[in-house]
């Protein structure tokens, strides 16, 4: 039987950091993807989402979904902060990071034959955020594949509303808006490494979950 609920649990013992304060999430995610991939194959996309938080907070751990297609991905991330300019992003980051202590965990679900992963990971360069500020935050694959790769989007609603352009690293280009949120948590510690018993069980209810979950499964751009 499929139990989202105890996989959602299992996840979380694996990857959430012991006493670390989750400082902004937006959770769940649905089988809906947005594509966010350097990759020329896909145009160059990218993805930004808005957030404020409640307190001045230096970021060093996230988690989020996506999926690809690919059986051995190269997934190479770029996590961007991007300050607030006429009430979207602003051309170039106020600061970014590469990840480091990747873990990548499939959730057994699939959008259009591509798995979906949870990922968790540790940024190399922590962001410190001030409260009551809009930041945008951009999670960008650079892929060399043409299996680009595409950002869950949140199940329900915060403000509907994300951005997204075209270009490569170095593209100052505007961005659009457009409708839907997208899913991530950020924390103010870091991710560890997960459990051994944690991951045996997070295989088994990911194998149990495979093809069972209804509903419609896109990506977009």
């Keep these: 039987m ?23 999430s937006q959770t769940p995610y649905k089988l809906v993807g947005a594509t966010s991939d350097f990759s020329v194959d896909v145009g ?10 409640t307190s001045a907070s230096t970021i060093r751990g996230i988690s989020f979904w996506g999926d690809r297609g690919a059986l051995t991905p190269d997934d190479m991330f770029i996590i961007r902060i991007f300050a607030d300019i006429t009430d ?10 590469l990840l480091a202590d990747l873990i990548r965990t499939p959730t057994g679900e699939s959008i ?23 930041y ?12 680009p790769w595409s950002w869950s989007q949140l199940n329900g609603t915060v403000d509907n509303r994300r951005w997204h352009r075209a270009g490569g690293v170095s593209a100052t280009d505007e961005w659009s808006e457009t409708t839907s949120d997208l899913a991530f948590v950020l924390t103010d510690q870091e991710v560890p490494v997960p459990a ?4 045996i069980a997070i295989g088994g209810l990911a194998l149990a979950m495979i093809r069972r979950r209804r509903g419609s499964a896109t990506t977009e751009a």
């Design 196 to 199: 051994p018993l944690a991951l």
């Design 2 to 24: 499929y139990r989202p609920a105890l996989f959602a649990a299992a996840l979380a013992v694996a990857s959430a950091p012991v006493g670390a304060a989750v400082v902004y």
């Design 88 to 97: 979207k992003p602003n051309t170039t980051p106020l600061s970014e990071s």
């Design 44 to 53: 160059l996309n990218q993805q930004a989402d808005n957030f404020q938080l």
């Design 136 to 147: 945008y935050l951009s999670i960008v694959n650079n892929t060399a594949s043409t299996d």
């Design 112 to 134: 259009a034959g591509s798995p979906v992963y949870a990922y968790s990971a540790n940024l190399v360069s922590p962001f410190a955020l001030n409260a009551s500020t809009t």
